[in-house]
Protein backbone atom coordinates (compact mmCIF):
# COMPACT_ATOMS: atom_id res chain seq x y z
CA UNK A 1 0.00 0.00 0.00
CA UNK A 2 2.89 2.12 0.69
CA UNK A 3 5.02 1.59 -2.60
CA UNK A 4 1.77 2.02 -4.31
CA UNK A 5 1.12 5.62 -2.68
CA UNK A 6 4.53 6.52 -2.89
CA UNK A 7 4.38 5.48 -6.66
CA UNK A 8 1.33 7.42 -6.85
CA UNK A 9 2.78 11.01 -5.68
CA UNK A 10 6.36 10.59 -7.95
CA UNK A 11 3.94 10.15 -10.85
CA UNK A 12 1.65 13.03 -10.08
CA UNK A 13 4.89 15.72 -9.62
CA UNK A 14 6.49 13.76 -13.02
CA UNK A 15 3.43 14.83 -14.56
CA UNK A 16 3.07 18.74 -13.14
CA UNK A 17 6.59 19.23 -14.45
CA UNK A 18 6.05 17.75 -17.59
CA UNK A 19 2.70 20.22 -18.12
CA UNK A 20 5.08 23.01 -16.78
CA UNK A 21 6.11 23.75 -20.58
CA UNK A 22 9.66 24.40 -19.74
CA UNK A 23 12.51 21.82 -20.29
CA UNK A 24 15.24 22.36 -17.03
CA UNK A 25 18.51 20.68 -16.79
CA UNK A 26 20.98 20.94 -13.89
CA UNK A 27 24.36 19.96 -13.58
CA UNK A 28 25.23 18.19 -10.42
CA UNK A 29 25.92 19.66 -7.22
CA UNK A 30 28.82 18.17 -6.12
CA UNK A 31 31.45 20.46 -7.34
CA UNK A 32 29.22 23.43 -6.23
CA UNK A 33 29.04 21.92 -2.45
CA UNK A 34 32.40 20.78 -2.58
CA UNK A 35 33.65 24.36 -2.55
CA UNK A 36 31.61 25.29 0.81
CA UNK A 37 30.38 28.44 -0.74
CA UNK A 38 28.96 31.59 1.13
CA UNK A 39 29.41 34.84 -0.36
CA UNK A 40 28.78 35.54 -4.24
CA UNK A 41 28.81 38.56 -6.64
CA UNK A 42 26.70 39.15 -9.73
CA UNK A 43 29.62 38.37 -12.74
CA UNK A 44 28.39 41.33 -14.83
CA UNK A 45 26.72 45.06 -14.10
CA UNK A 46 22.60 45.01 -14.54
CA UNK A 47 21.35 45.98 -18.04
CA UNK A 48 20.30 50.13 -18.08
CA UNK A 49 16.69 49.86 -17.00
CA UNK A 50 15.33 52.80 -19.69
CA UNK A 51 12.06 52.76 -22.11
CA UNK A 52 13.90 53.27 -25.00
CA UNK A 53 15.13 49.44 -24.97
CA UNK A 54 12.43 47.31 -26.15
CA UNK A 55 14.40 43.96 -26.20
CA UNK A 56 13.22 41.13 -24.47
CA UNK A 57 16.84 40.46 -22.52
CA UNK A 58 16.01 44.06 -20.85
CA UNK A 59 12.91 43.15 -19.42
CA UNK A 60 14.30 39.82 -18.41
CA UNK A 61 17.23 41.17 -16.50
CA UNK A 62 16.12 42.54 -13.61
CA UNK A 63 13.07 39.60 -13.62
CA UNK A 64 16.48 37.03 -13.22
CA UNK A 65 18.69 39.21 -11.24
CA UNK A 66 15.86 39.45 -8.76
CA UNK A 67 14.71 35.77 -8.72
CA UNK A 68 18.41 34.25 -8.18
CA UNK A 69 19.06 36.70 -5.51
CA UNK A 70 16.25 35.87 -3.78
CA UNK A 71 16.83 32.11 -4.00
CA UNK A 72 20.69 32.48 -2.71
CA UNK A 73 19.70 34.45 -0.17
CA UNK A 74 17.08 31.93 1.32
CA UNK A 75 19.57 29.43 1.06
CA UNK A 76 22.16 31.58 3.00
CA UNK A 77 24.32 33.22 0.60
CA UNK A 78 25.51 36.81 0.94
CA UNK A 79 25.65 38.95 -2.18
CA UNK A 80 28.91 40.83 -1.18
CA UNK A 81 31.40 41.81 -4.15
CA UNK A 82 34.33 42.02 -1.88
CA UNK A 83 33.96 38.84 -0.43
CA UNK A 84 32.46 36.66 -3.08
CA UNK A 85 33.74 33.27 -3.47
CA UNK A 86 31.81 32.62 -6.71
CA UNK A 87 30.08 34.71 -9.25
CA UNK A 88 26.76 34.46 -11.41
CA UNK A 89 25.93 35.01 -14.63
CA UNK A 90 23.45 34.20 -17.15
CA UNK A 91 22.96 33.74 -20.74
CA UNK A 92 19.92 34.38 -22.62
CA UNK A 93 19.57 32.93 -26.35
CA UNK A 94 16.56 32.35 -28.63
CA UNK A 95 16.67 29.16 -30.61
CA UNK A 96 14.71 27.13 -32.32
CA UNK A 97 13.89 23.07 -31.58
CA UNK A 98 12.57 21.11 -35.24
CA UNK A 99 9.13 19.52 -34.88
CA UNK A 100 8.12 19.96 -31.63
CA UNK A 101 4.28 20.23 -30.85
CA UNK A 102 2.90 22.86 -29.02
CA UNK A 103 0.97 22.77 -25.90
CA UNK A 104 -2.14 24.12 -27.20
CA UNK A 105 -2.40 21.43 -30.16
CA UNK A 106 -5.52 19.85 -28.68
CA UNK A 107 -6.50 18.27 -31.91
CA UNK A 108 -3.09 16.78 -33.11
CA UNK A 109 -2.23 13.47 -31.60
CA UNK A 110 0.98 11.57 -31.44
CA UNK A 111 -0.90 8.03 -31.37
CA UNK A 112 -2.38 7.57 -34.72
CA UNK A 113 -6.01 6.62 -34.38
CA UNK A 114 -8.97 5.64 -36.90
CA UNK A 115 -12.56 7.60 -36.92
CA UNK A 116 -15.13 5.94 -39.00
CA UNK A 117 -17.49 7.20 -41.43
CA UNK A 118 -15.44 10.85 -41.18
CA UNK A 119 -13.93 12.62 -43.75
CA UNK A 120 -10.25 14.63 -43.14
CA UNK A 121 -11.12 18.01 -41.26
CA UNK A 122 -8.92 20.69 -42.97
CA UNK A 123 -8.44 22.70 -40.03
CA UNK A 124 -6.67 19.66 -38.03
CA UNK A 125 -4.19 19.18 -41.55
CA UNK A 126 -3.47 22.85 -41.43
CA UNK A 127 -2.38 22.56 -37.54
CA UNK A 128 -0.52 19.89 -37.97
CA UNK A 129 1.57 21.52 -41.06
CA UNK A 130 2.34 24.34 -38.86
CA UNK A 131 2.63 22.61 -35.21
CA UNK A 132 5.26 19.77 -36.76
CA UNK A 133 7.21 22.66 -38.02
CA UNK A 134 10.14 24.40 -36.34
CA UNK A 135 9.40 26.41 -33.20
CA UNK A 136 11.10 29.37 -31.54
CA UNK A 137 12.53 28.81 -27.88
CA UNK A 138 13.64 31.16 -25.32
CA UNK A 139 16.75 29.92 -23.39
CA UNK A 140 18.29 30.71 -20.44
CA UNK A 141 21.27 29.52 -18.76
CA UNK A 142 22.46 30.20 -15.39
CA UNK A 143 26.23 29.93 -14.99
CA UNK A 144 28.01 29.81 -11.04
CA UNK A 145 31.85 29.65 -11.30
CA UNK A 146 34.26 29.75 -8.66
CA UNK A 147 36.25 33.54 -8.27
CA UNK A 148 39.57 31.95 -7.85
CA UNK A 149 39.54 29.54 -10.73
CA UNK A 150 36.80 30.86 -12.75
CA UNK A 151 35.77 27.38 -13.36
CA UNK A 152 32.59 25.98 -13.96
CA UNK A 153 30.68 24.76 -10.36
CA UNK A 154 27.21 24.64 -12.10
CA UNK A 155 25.08 25.16 -14.20
CA UNK A 156 20.81 24.98 -14.98
CA UNK A 157 19.26 25.51 -18.44
CA UNK A 158 15.72 26.33 -19.06
CA UNK A 159 13.75 25.92 -22.47
CA UNK A 160 10.65 26.75 -23.40
CA UNK A 161 8.74 26.89 -26.25
CA UNK A 162 7.65 30.65 -27.52
CA UNK A 163 3.99 30.73 -27.80
CA UNK A 164 3.21 34.29 -28.54
CA UNK A 165 6.01 36.15 -29.92
CA UNK A 166 4.06 39.79 -29.08
CA UNK A 167 3.04 39.32 -25.88
CA UNK A 168 4.77 42.13 -23.47
CA UNK A 169 2.75 41.07 -20.41
CA UNK A 170 5.76 41.41 -17.76
CA UNK A 171 3.89 40.64 -15.24
CA UNK A 172 3.06 36.99 -16.56
CA UNK A 173 6.75 36.80 -16.99
CA UNK A 174 7.77 37.87 -13.77
CA UNK A 175 5.34 35.02 -11.78
CA UNK A 176 6.69 32.74 -13.89
CA UNK A 177 9.82 32.91 -14.59
CA UNK A 178 10.50 33.26 -10.79
CA UNK A 179 8.94 29.69 -10.53
CA UNK A 180 11.31 28.19 -12.63
CA UNK A 181 14.26 29.46 -11.55
CA UNK A 182 13.03 28.30 -8.03
CA UNK A 183 12.48 25.05 -9.80
CA UNK A 184 16.00 25.23 -11.15
CA UNK A 185 17.84 26.15 -8.28
CA UNK A 186 16.03 23.98 -5.79
CA UNK A 187 18.89 21.18 -5.45
CA UNK A 188 21.61 23.99 -4.19
CA UNK A 189 22.61 23.25 -0.82
CA UNK A 190 22.17 25.75 1.72
CA UNK A 191 24.78 28.04 2.37
CA UNK A 192 28.29 27.35 4.89
CA UNK A 193 28.92 28.82 7.89
Known amino acids: MRNTAVLACTLLSLALVACSGVHIRQSPVD ?31 PVVRGG ?4 LQGKGYV ?5 AQFTVDYQYVSGMLQGERSELASNIYSIPRIT ?24 IVLQF ?20 T ?7 LDANL ?10 LPQASL
Open 31 to 61: QFSAGNYRYYKWRTEPLPQTTRYSAALYALD
Open 79 to 83: LDQER
Open 166 to 172: NSNDTSR
Open 145 to 164: NDRESNRLVWEASMTSIVED
Open 68 to 71: VDAQ
Open 178 to 187: KRFLERAMQQ
Open 116 to 139: PNRQVNQASVDNAIALGGVKETDN
